[in-house]
Nanobody
Framework: QVPLVESGGGLVQPGGSLRLSCRAS???????????MGWYRQTPGKGRELVAD???????TYADSVKGRFTISRDNSRKTIWLRMDSLKPEDTAVYFC?????????????WGQGTQVTVSS
């Protein structure tokens, strides 16, 4: 297991912004470059849902609920990904998890970070 260290969660008012980061602290650089990296979120009583992911060449996928508001990015040299979240809504409140997988592993599998809480409330 390669630790994924997340940061950036917190409390924000509706309409506000947050940026989450996730660093694969022990990944070998050449290996990190091959990973599909992503962000998932989970609320109590529900399973984890894909928020966004990004392939090694920068191809991105977003959940319909966040398109146009969230932006995922990566810097392979820093073994880090980010999730920029704008125009946040109360329904974005969740624990957000960083995910790392190879192309041979289906979405929802792979390695996980410890999660970071995002709360959108006035």
């Amino acid at each position: 297991q390669v630790p994924l260290v997340e940061s950036g969660g917190g409390l924000v008012q509706p309409g506000g912004s947050l940026r989450l980061s996730c660093r694969a602290s022990r990944a070998i650089l050449s290996t990190f470059n091959t990973y599909i990296m992503g962000w998932y979120r989970q609320t109590p009583g529900k399973g984890r849902e894909l928020v966004a992911d990004i392939t090694r060449d920068g191809t991105t996928t977003y959940a319909d609920s966040v398109k146009g508001r969230f932006t995922i990015s990566r810097d392979n040299s820093r073994k880090t990904i980010w999730l920029r979240m704008d125009s946040l809504k109360p329904e974005d409140t969740a624990v957000y998890f960083c995910n790392q997988r190879t192309a041979s592993i289906s979405a929802g599998g792979g390695s996980w970070g410890q999660g970071t809480q995002v709360t959108v409330s006035s």
